[in-house]
């Protein structure tokens, strides 16, 4: 049970749909009842951000609507590129009780494990 | 990105040359992973992390625009001094007790990045906003450094 939700790179399918991504940051904390996923997408608005679960393969794109400067631009670092990211689900997760939320460009997935996989008491009698 | 397996040589020089620009693709694709872009952006001599930031510049306003994903507007600091800008703060860290890390890409702790700017600017008219994580502050030029159209007589 110790296994993490695994990365994937899915490289192929991203070019074949010709778009370019950048990968953003992610972190991973697990306890014992849930994995907690915070992926940095700054600029994605709520609706700009597509999750889905497709043979057991977490996908989270984030399509970003930076905000408009007139201006010649001077100096750059923040790339422009949409975000996209792709980790293998652990079986001990239940793929249907996975929720989000984004705030401030930080998207956080709370990825329940399963009932029969969550540590329980047992009461003597 | 497909990885092309190594073969036997037998291929004609074209296609070797083919697999030396694929082999350029993973490398650059290597160089975009998250760990490295950060790295670079990692300051030498300041401890914390440095965000991205984007320079822009019109007749009236020089725009910084900073990524900033996942702070409180009050944990964000901006100053002005000498023609530099700073932006700083801290991120603090969120993981409650219970949980152990499992990947941690993200930085947290203090940030700081500064970037002189490229004309003289009002200290007292300075905006900024903080939206979907993006920081971006607005400094009106001084007159004296604003475009003047000079009329011929």
Redesign the interface.
Known sequence: MNTLTRETRDGDRAQAEREQFVAPPASLAESPDRYTLEIEMPGVKKDGLEISVENNELTIVGRRSLPEVHGTLVHREIRTENFRRTFELDPSIDADKISAKIDQGLVTLTLPKAEHVRPRKIAVA | ??LIRYQASDWPLWSALDRWSSLRDELN?FF???FWS?FA?AGQLFSGWSP????????N???A?V??????KEDIDISLHDGTLTISGERKRE?TG??????????VGTFRRS?TL?TRVDANKVSA??????L?VTLPKAEEAKPKQIPVN
């Open positions: 990105m497909d694709s975009e992973m998250p950060s952006r991205a930031l984007d320079l822009y510049e019109s007749n306003d020089v725009v625009v990524e900033l994903p996942g702070m409180r993981i219970g949980e152990k890390a499992q990947r941690t890409e993200r930085y970037i490229p906003t903080y939206q979907d994580g993006i971006k």
